[in-house]
């Protein structure tokens, strides 16, 4: 009871405490929700009217586009793709997907879409899409791999199968999103087309701007025959000029940074150690068996079996091969910022270049495909169509569309398909379909012809390019490390490089740049520049090859530029628009009553202008002076015009022949005319829907 009574007289500090811990419970809560909403809010690399792109999405895209290029990469230039190469990855999947969201908002907007039964056609259908056909042999092939993809019995299968099988289905569902987004940009973009179809009062006005052919005489006063001293600007012009064409002032965000850029080359030790470790890898390299193996650790350039007309060779490389015999070595000599020598690995006569075809094949094929190819092998050896059924039935669609031909081919070039591929081709005289398998696939491949045999050589080369060592890297970032400590305040960043020996660069930056400068794969510095405030030093970047640091000097928010930018360019044109008028108050004053009289009165020369219409561009001598052409085109011959503000200065003219195409219209080419003109316009359409959608780009947070 003692207890109770303890407890009762407490309940007070009780509930104050129970009620602060489930307060801070309810805080932390919230606290951690908030945090997690703000990130998600945060969480967008684009959003176009309204829409928005996480970085997840866009990150998958990037991916599906990057394994894309890489197999490119490998299978068009047998290397990896470029190092840097993913920046302008993350570009093109950005704008190729801003485009579609914004032709995909336009096309709802007036009603069109992709009905299901028009992506069947597209898919599997009559209408199949290119990007579907190119993947298949044959409808038949088509619909196959999608009832396996889409089977809901993968009992049959191992789980490495099923895996693929699965990886397969979302490429195909992938595949399905790229045919509809591309028919709907189709619809689309046709649908305006159509709306920019001429009709006859169209096709007639077109054709009367062109009938009349002008021949002028013209006198020129230029601008800059009137002293500035002469005209006056003032400030309110200047503010009125401004603000009355300020959409011409529109720009977008920049930044301009001062840099320090560092070469990082090798030092006069480098070439030395270098030139001293292929002297010791000498002995070896003569003496190697596996000379494969001995260079695939030792040399920049790899072995290849492959021998080379010695007539295609360099001189160094060919004055080596006539004077030795085989398994002499030459070198170590330097040759291209790199220590190089020579072995003589073998002297033949065979055929400088052979013309070849084949039919691919998978490797990891299927019983039915392993069927197929047989039957296509059989059928080949008996005289069947090699072209036909390499167009039919040939996994290289480049050479396949070609009735298989690879065409003209060195050994070199053989080389990437192997030694059985490289001993065919070159090491004998048939001409039978063969069946040999490469790193790319089985091939049935056919010699058609044989150059006649040259004089070649195989030539092993250990070539070691001299590199900057640890040594120099960490002298060379000492340098610009030990600068930028006693140099880091803007007043004297820049002006204390000189006397150190570095020049300090300057770059204006725009979100969407990679390179800058001669800077290639600059993207990070971009990025950095975007997310800092101007006066603050960077990090050391190591960018293409050089240790850089930069310091923003200057950052522009997207919207207009401030009028003092432009007011050298406005005070011009308001000068140049005051000059025309006071010299053509001049002329008037004057009062010439012919050309050769306005001439005089403009201190000029009379000039002539031929075959002018109303659709000319420019003026030979003057250029695009659309003032004087559109006047030109439709004044009374024999009488004096004028005076005519241009582009350059106030014009006089008189036209002095004229013709008038007295033929009847020709329709069709007149639309034809016409379709062209339209066409070059709806270049210009995309961009013009990008302005209008409310886009925020978020890019440079993340990429």
């Not at 309810?26 to 969480?43: E, H, K, V, Y």
């Not at 920049?300 to 004077?323: C, G, L, T």
């Not at 140099?487 to 020996?501: H, L, S, Y």
């Not at 390179?515 to 293409?544: C, H, M, Q, Y």
Request: glycine letters at 6%.
């Amino acid at each position: 009871m003692a207890t109770l009574q303890k407890i009762r007289n407490k309940a007070g500090l009780l509930v104050v405490v129970i009620g602060v811990a489930l307060l801070a419970f309810i805080i932390g809560d919230f606290l951690n929700s908030a945090n997690t909403f703000f990130r998600m809010m945060q969480d967008k690399v684009v959003v176009v009217n309204g829409n928005k792109v996480t970085t997840q999405e866009f990150s998958e895209l990037v991916s599906r586009r990057t394994e894309e290029m890489q197999n490119l990469f490998r299978r068009q230039y047998g290397t990896a793709m470029p190092e840097g190469y993913s920046d302008r990855i993350n570009k093109s999947v950005f704008d190729q997907l801003v485009e579609e969201m914004v032709v995909s908002d336009a096309a709802a907007e007036v009603g069109v879409t992709v009905s299901n039964e028009e992506l069947n056609d597209l898919l599997y259908g009559d209408h199949i899409a290119p990007q579907v056909q190119q993947q298949f042999q044959s409808k038949a092939d088509l619909l196959n791999f999608v009832q396996t993809i889409y089977s809901d019995d993968f009992s049959q299968y191992p789980e490495n199968v099923v895996e693929q099988i699965l990886e397969y289905r979302t490429m195909w569902e992938n595949t399905k999103n790229e045919v509809q987004k591309q028919r709907l940009a189709e619809k689309y973009f046709n649908l305006v087309l159509r709306t920019m179809a001429p009709n006859k009062y169209d096709l007639q006005a077109s054709y009367d701007a062109a009938r009349r052919t002008v021949q002028f005489d013209y006198a020129l006063q230029p601008y800059t025959a009137v002293s500035n001293d002469d005209v006056t600007v003032s400030n309110e012009e200047l503010n009125a000029a401004y603000h009355k064409n300020k959409e011409r002032y529109k720009q977008d965000a920049n930044r301009t940074i001062k840099y320090i850029a560092v070469d990082i080359v090798p030092s006069e030790a480098d070439y030395k150690a270098t030139e001293k470790k292929v002297s010791e890898l000498r002995d070896g390299f003569a003496a190697a068996k596996d000379m494969n193996g001995f260079l695939s650790f030792n040399t920049d350039v790899p072995y290849s079996e492959a021998y080379v007309a010695v007539a295609s060779m360099d001189d160094e490389m060919k004055n080596f091969v006539e004077k030795s015999n085989v398994d002499d070595v030459y070198g170590p000599f330097f040759e291209d910022e790199s220590y190089k020598m020579y072995r003589l690995m073998g002297k033949s006569s065979a055929p400088d270049s052979v013309n070849v075809r084949h039919i691919v094949f998978p490797l990891q094929s299927n019983a039915v495909l392993t069927a197929r190819l047989d039957s296509i092998y059989n059928v080949l050896k008996n005289g069947g169509d090699f072209a036909a059924l390499a167009r039919q039935f040939s996994y290289d669609q480049n050479s396949g569309a070609n009735g298989g031909e690879i065409g003209w081919i060195t050994e070199t070039e053989a080389a990437q398909f192997g030694h059985d591929f490289l001993e065919y081709c070159f090491r004998g005289n048939s001409k039978e379909v063969v069946r040999i398998d490469s790193p790319y696939g089985t091939h049935l491949v056919q010699v058609t012809d044989r150059k006649s045999p040259v004089a070649k050589a195989n030539v092993a080369q250990l070539v070691m390019g001299v590199r900057p060592s640890s040594e120099t890297y960490s002298t060379l970032y000492n340098k610009i490390s030990s600068y930028i400590a006693n140099n880091n305040k803007p007043e004297n960043f820049e002006t204390n490089a000189a006397a150190e020996g570095l020049m300090v660069n300057t770059a204006t930056l725009g979100i969407d740049d990679i390179n800058f400068g001669t800077v290639n794969d600059g993207r990070s510095i971009v990025k950095w520049a975007f997310n800092t405030k101007p006066g603050v030093l960077s990090e050391i970047f190591n960018v293409d090859n050089r240790f850089l640091v930069a310091m923003v000097s200057n950052a522009m928010e997207k919207g207009y530029m401030p009028q003092q930018n432009v007011e050298v360019f406005l005070r011009s044109e308001l000068l140049n628009e005051k000059k025309g008028e006071k010299i053509a108050a001049d002329l008037k004053t004057k009062n010439p009553t012919n050309i050769t009289a306005a001439a005089q009165a403009m201190d000029s020369k009379v000039e002539e202008a031929k075959f002018v219409t109303f659709n000319t561009a420019s003026i030979a001598g003057l250029g695009a002076e659309n003032a004087l052409i559109g006047a030109a085109s439709v004044a009374e011959k024999g009488k004096l015009q004028g005076p005519l503000a241009g582009a350059r200065g106030v014009y006089m003219f008189t036209v002095t022949d004229q013709t008038l195409n007295t033929q009847p219209i020709d329709l069709s080419a007149e639309t034809e005319k016409y379709n062209q003109r339209v066409y070059s316009l709806m270049g210009q359409f995309l961009p013009v829907l990008k302005e209008q959608a409310d886009i925020e780009d978020n890019r440079i947070k993340f990429y």
